[in-house]
């Protein structure tokens, strides 16, 4: 398990940027914060990383969306969990966790038996920062230069014995793990170069 300051939105893309690197088909990551954290900025860097095509974006309005690769490796499946309330609703994607590094931003506790390892990243912002915004303007909070904190924690024997090794179980049960206050509704089209999996 390690933990990092970031303390700048730049940062969070580089940060984002260099763990692609390390990824590979297959991969499961849990991203845990609150709104304006940072977890869009990191996945676009992520992307970047992964060669996809399309535009990262907060994948509100469409649950689950994927960017194939342009390079050859696995596509990248953003996911959001916020408005799902059973597990089984995140089955229902059918997300190809095979062949794709798969993103899920608010998936605690949604988890349960998809992947015997993941990556959990729990991004902290300072307090107050972003607290009863708008979803747009929670997108432009995550790209302020405010810093941010993110622990990783590798579970699984895809992470034993790497730095991101958890020191415990937690997977991906959290108690406390609000949304805060978020509203998530509506539906909308994936934007171009970006296709919804489900």
Do not use: C, N
């Amino acid at each position: 398990m390690i933990t990092r300051s970031i303390p700048t939105a730049e940062g969070m893309h580089a940060f984002g940027l260099s763990l692609a690197a390390e990824l590979r088909a297959g991969d499961l990551l849990v991203l845990d914060g609150p709104l304006g954290a940072g977890k869009t900025t990191f996945t676009r860097g992520l992307g970047e990383g992964l060669g996809i095509r399309g535009t990262v974006t907060s994948p509100t309005f469409v649950l689950a969306r994927t960017h194939p690769s342009v390079v050859g490796g696995p596509a990248l499946v953003h996911v959001d969990a916020y408005r799902l309330s059973d597990p089984m609703e995140l089955d229902d994607l059918d997300i190809d966790y095979a062949h794709s590094v798969v993103v899920v931003e608010w998936g605690a506790g949604m988890l349960d038996g998809v992947s015997e390892s993941w990556l959990e990243l729990r991004l902290q912002r300072p307090m107050g920062a972003g607290d009863e915004q708008s979803d747009a303007e929670s997108d432009a909070e995550s790209d302020a230069d405010e810093p941010r904190t993110v622990t990783i924690a590798g579970f699984g024997p895809r992470w034993a014995g790497t730095e991101y090794a958890g020191t415990e179980h937690a997977g991906t049960e959290h108690a406390g793990t609000e949304h805060a206050g978020a509203e998530h509704a509506g539906t909308a089209d994936a934007e171009p170069g970006a296709e919804p999996s489900a």
